[in-house]
T-cell receptor, first 115, second 114 residues
Framework: AQKVTQAQTEISVVEKEDVTLDCVYE???????LFWYKQPPSGELVFLIR??????QNEISGRYSWNFQKSTSSFNFTITASQVVDSAVYFC????????????FGKGTMLLVSP | NAGVTQTPKFQVLKTGQSMTLQCAQD?????MSWYRQDPGMGLRLIHY???????DQGEVPNGYNVSRSTTEDFPLRLLSAAPSQTSVYFC?????????????FGEGSWLTVV
């Protein structure tokens, strides 16, 4: 069975602070995919990143960066110099690599960035 | 390109009523699925389909029916709505080729059962 744990239910920061959202996963698959989605107050799910289990390189996209560590089964997400527009719920998700596999979501972390 | 389209966006039902949440995608994706989102629970899989004529249950299937008569459409039916089905429902689709492909979500349907 797959499991995704986002231990931080809610995080509050002041604008321009850096913030890291934690994600720990469990899977028996040797090949799998990890995702991060953003859900702003408007409610839609916005795809942020997909990472293959064989690719442990960190990724940076503007103010966003992701740290994937198979040794600790973690896929953490860092926002540098946070902005009010970053306020949202962020979901980490896991998909197995064999054939069709559904997406297992964590419970989400609500990030509130204050001006 | 419309992507994944869900209707209706908002709906209020009385307990015991039935309704269908519609989901359509125009990307010729084989795989489609329905999730529900409840506060503090993340998204949980209700039903999914790997192609026309093939459906299977997810984590929380009770109270819901699905069918997949065409590649484009994957409706979710509530036969007798209950207050516990008050939730936000998301339909999603994905290309067949690899499970790592990006999953495309609809904009969500907010359902309240009173």
């Amino acid at each position: 069975a797959q499991k995704v744990t986002q231990a931080q239910t809610e995080i509050s920061v002041v604008e321009k602070e850096d913030v890291t959202l934690d994600c720990v996963y469990e899977t028996r698959d040797t090949t799998y995919y990890l995702f991060w989605y953003k859900q702003p107050p408007s409610g839609e799910l916005v795809f942020l990143i997909r990472r293959n289990s064989f690719d442990e390189q960190n990724e940076i996209s503007g103010r966003y960066s992701w740290n994937f560590q198979k040794s600790t089964s973690s896929f953490n997400f860092t926002i540098t110099a946070s902005q009010v527009v970053d306020s949202a719920v962020y979901f980490c998700a896991l998909s197995g690599g064999s054939g069709y596999s559904t997406l297992t979501f964590g419970k989400g972390t609500m990030l509130l960035v204050s001006p | 390109n419309a992507g994944v389209t869900q209707t209706p966006k908002f709906q209020v039902l009385k307990t015991g009523q039935s309704m269908t949440l519609q989901c359509a995608q125009d990307m010729n994706h084989e795989y489609m699925s329905w999730y529900r989102q409840d506060p503090g629970m993340g998204l949980r899989l209700i039903h999914y389909s790997v192609g026309a004529g093939i459906t299977d249950q997810g984590e929380v299937p009770n109270g819901y029916n699905v069918s997949r008569s065409t590649t484009e459409d994957f409706p979710l039916r509530l036969l007798s709505a209950a207050p516990s089905q008050t939730s936000v429902y998301f339909c999603a689709s994905r290309p067949e080729t690899a499970s790592g492909n990006t999953i495309y979500f609809g904009e969500g349907s907010w359902l309240t059962v009173v």
